[in-house]
């Protein structure tokens, strides 16, 4: 149908949640009005959207608000999922979960102790890093029989965790190359050169009220 109302997303190229929620609506072949915020100054219209102010975040044509990144990417991959992201070759949907809380919970926060140390009163980056590391080396070992987390092909708890793995490792890449993490840095070097994760980063201005439409993904 002409003109039909397309869902909005609020997204920041930077940002590894945004990455993954960019990276599901692509797989998913979900056509999006893309609106670029710049975290420093955000947009009224974000605001009002979703006040906590933090991307992604997707409005559906009906008005409902997604705030939530992995969310996002549940709601994509529920309306298609032609790579079966949600259907590993290994293990079931409830695995993936799983392992995903552990990179959003435990991961992440020695992530953001490591790369921001001054916002953790008390915190110390090397501790946060080692801490950090106990959780890749559960992923090396994953992928020491099969290409991928769940299997050999891509699943919903690669592109869920892959964001993550990028930010710890560009904190100190010297560092993590010297790791004896070989499975897991062709697993993310893989990641880093895939034409999916290069699709969704291209470079966008800040969307401001007033801006023309913006298609996300663009026209192949």
């Not at 893309?34 to 979703?50: C, H, M, N, T």
């Not at 070097?189 to 470079?203: E, T």
């Not at 966008?204 to 993904?217: A, C, E, I, R």
Request: proline share 6%.
């Amino acid at each position: 149908m002409m003109n039909e109302p397309l869902p909005i997303l609020y997204s920041f190229r930077r940002c590894p949640y945004a990455m993954r929620a960019r990276l599901a609506l692509c797989v998913s072949e979900t056509r999006c009005e893309l609106r670029e915020i710049v975290l420093r100054d955000k947009a009224p219209a974000f605001l009002e959207a979703s006040p906590k102010g933090t991307v992604p975040v997707v409005v559906t044509p009906d008005g409902r608000v997604i705030e939530e990144s992995f969310d996002i990417m549940l709601w994509a991959l529920e309306r298609h999922d032609p790579e079966r992201w949600l259907t590993p070759e290994h293990g079931t949907l409830d695995d993936m979960l799983a392992l995903i809380t552990q990179s959003d919970n435990g991961f992440k926060t020695n992530l953001d102790c490591y790369k921001y140390p001054n916002r953790h009163d008390g915190g110390s980056a090397l501790a946060a890093r080692e801490a950090g590391g106990v959780f890749l080396c559960e992923l090396d070992k994953r992928l020491a029989t099969t290409s991928h987390l769940f299997g050999d092909r891509v699943s919903l708890a690669d592109m869920a965790i892959a964001p993550f793995v990028r930010q710890f490792a560009h904190v100190d890449r010297a560092w993590f190359d010297d790791q004896n993490w070989p499975q897991l840095r062709d697993w993310l070097d893989r990641f880093l050169s895939s034409d999916r994760f290069l699709s969704i980063m291209n470079k966008y201005t800040k969307w401001q009220s007033g801006d023309g439409v913006t298609l996300f993904p663009g026209k192949s």
